[in-house]
């Protein structure tokens, strides 16, 4: 059974950083497309960071937020710098089956970020 849990969220003034981490058991994350996606309230869900055979980033985190793995700890991560009071959102991390193809099939059950100003 996989099972992604995420951790390292807060309360951070803006300007501040934090680092996400997203666990995985029963899941290779060097075999897998994953990704960091978050939700604010009232709000859809978006992408902000896959990586895959590349990385990818949403333009409003482009050089603030740095997506990677650590395939020998199965772990994800997301170090966010330069943090906004726009970042406050709940973020989740997900993991396709397959490196290739980002179609997300799993996914954690989220960490809370707020940033104040």
């Known amino acids: 059974q996989v099972r992604l849990v995420e951790s390292g969220g807060g309360s951070v003034q803006a300007g501040g950083s934090l680092q996400l981490s997203c666990a995985a058991s029963g899941y290779t994350v060097r075999l897998g497309c994953m990704g960091w996606f978050r939700q604010a309230p009232g709000k859809e869900r978006e992408r902000v960071a896959v990586i895959g055979t590349d990385t990818s980033y949403a333009d409003f985190v482009k050089g603030r937020f740095t997506i990677s793995k650590d395939n020998a700890k199965d772990t994800l991560y997301l170090q966010m710098d330069l943090l906004k009071p726009e970042d406050t959102a709940m973020y989740y991390c997900?993991?396709?089956?397959?490196?290739?193809?980002?179609?997300?099939?799993?996914w954690g059950q989220g960490t809370q970020v707020t940033v104040s100003s």
């Open positions: 997900a993991g396709a089956q397959w490196l290739y193809s980002c179609e997300f099939k799993f």
